[in-house]
Nanobody, 123 residues
Framework: QVQLVESGGGLVQAGGSLTLSCAAS????????MGWYRRAPGKQRELVAR???????NYADSAKGRFTISRDNAKNTVLLQMNSLKPEDTAVYYC?????????????????WGQGTQVTVSS
């Protein structure tokens, strides 16, 4: 099995910064992409930022210029550095992984999610 474990959420004032971390563990053969999504109260889950295996990234318009996603391939971790936080960034943030588990002889691609971490930005 594959597990994603997030950390780093919390309460911060508007204009502040937080860094979210997500570590993937388990029977991982390779990772195609990892990213962060969020769900604000009363809203649908949305993509915040994503990084694929080659290093290319994409960001939601709301995150561009303020958030930076980075990945440590050796540690199977992904970080989301969030600066200039706004109250509208308040949400539960979820780590996502497009991960192939198994071995070279038997592998299976799956879409995995962490349990979520709360980010609250006060005005």
């Amino acid at each position: 099995q594959v597990q994603l474990v997030e950390s780093g959420g919390g309460l911060v004032q508007a204009g502040g910064s937080l860094t979210l971390s997500c570590a993937a563990s388990g029977n991982i053969f390779s990772i195609n992409a990892m990213g962060w999504y969020r769900r604000a109260p009363g809203k649908q889950r949305e993509l915040v930022a994503r990084v694929i295996s080659g290093g290319s990234t994409n960001y939601a318009d709301s995150a561009k210029g303020r958030f930076t996603i980075s990945r440590d391939n050796a540690k199977n971790t992904v970080l989301l550095q969030m600066n200039s936080l706004k109250p509208e960034d308040t949400a539960v943030y979820y780590c996502n992984g497009d991960i192939i588990q198994g071995t070279v002889w038997s592998r299976r691609r799956g879409d995995y999610w962490g349990q979520g971490t709360q980010v609250t930005v006060s005005s």
